[in-house]
């Protein structure tokens, strides 16, 4: 990494409802943006534990400026699929989101579950400029840009002093901290966080003068212009490519 300040970008998985109605509104008070990873096959259904965003929430949320980012089409675990289904299930999330908004690159991944193999992490590497994991730490040195490290931004996990502590880490290291949450509400299940968990975080990132920017937008602050991504690469051939 070879940027000369620490970094810190809000990303939500799945990204329930309250996510897009909360967690956006939240970040767009603070003149901020968030990456937000779609399963667009999922959209308008009930889960387990909430509502998933609307199609035209997807759109709004692109349109306000916060980044879309691909989880498969169906939010399906990447180590249970071969190649071909991989492909096909990012072609049909690129494809819908396409659909909903035109001008749309889907250049950052992340892994449904966190689960990961290692043929379909090599196989996305060729196909996303980034890919996001779920396991824990602050990226900083040399970085697996397909594995990506994150902290939760969960109620549950992250206190007061754990956040000045990974803070405190990027700072030292000229860090890039990743914090990541599902659901946003003020009764957040284990997976979620409260608006006022949020806001309690970029107060802290305001206050040390830490800049945040979405997933995309830190590429050329460490060092890695993006590339043409199998997905844009797709709008143009009319196929999504197998590695």
């Known amino acids: 990494m070879r940027n000369s300040r620490p970094l810190v970008s809000f990303t939500f998985d799945d990204v329930p409802e309250s996510a897009y109605l909360n967690g956006a509104a939240v ?49 399906r675990a990447v180590d249970d699929l071969d ?4 492909s096909d299930e990012c072609r049909r999330n ?3 989101l ?18 990961v193999s290692l043929p ?28 990506l490290k994150v902290i939760e931004l969960y109620d549950r996990t992250l206190s007061r002093d754990k956040l000045n502590r990974v803070l405190r880490q990027a700072r030292q290291t000229t860090g890039w901290i990743i914090f990541y949450a599902h659901d946003v ?8 966080c409260s608006p006022g968990l949020l806001r309690t975080a970029i107060e802290e990132i305001r206050k040390q003068d830490i800049s945040c ?11 890695y212009p993006p590339k043409t991504t199998a997905a844009a690469r797709s709008a143009n051939e009319g196929s999504f490519a197998l590695h």
Not at 39 to 57: F, L
Not at 83 to 86: F, G, N, Y
Not at 120 to 147: H, M, P, W, Y
């Open 27 to 75: 970040l767009d008070e603070y003149g901020m943006r968030g990456t937000f990873y779609i399963a667009s096959g999922t959209c308008g259904k009930r889960d387990t534990y909430w509502r998933v965003i609307e199609r035209d929430q997807v759109r709004d949320l692109h349109q306000r400026g916060h980044e879309i980012g691909c989880h498969t089409f169906s939010h």
């Open 185 to 192: 509400t003020e009764r957040p299940t284990h997976m979620g």
């Open 120 to 147: 379909r992490k090599l196989q996305l590497q060729k196909q996303f400029n980034t890919c996001r994991g779920i396991f824990e730490g602050v990226n900083s040195g040399v970085v697996d840009l397909a594995l």
């Open 83 to 86: 190649a071909h289904e991989l």
């Open 213 to 223: 920017c979405t997933i995309a937008e830190s590429l050329p602050l460490i060092g």
């Open 98 to 115: 396409r659909g909903l908004c035109p001008d749309i690159e889907l250049s950052s991944f992340c892994y449904p579950f966190g689960c």
């Open 94 to 96: 690129f494809e819908n």
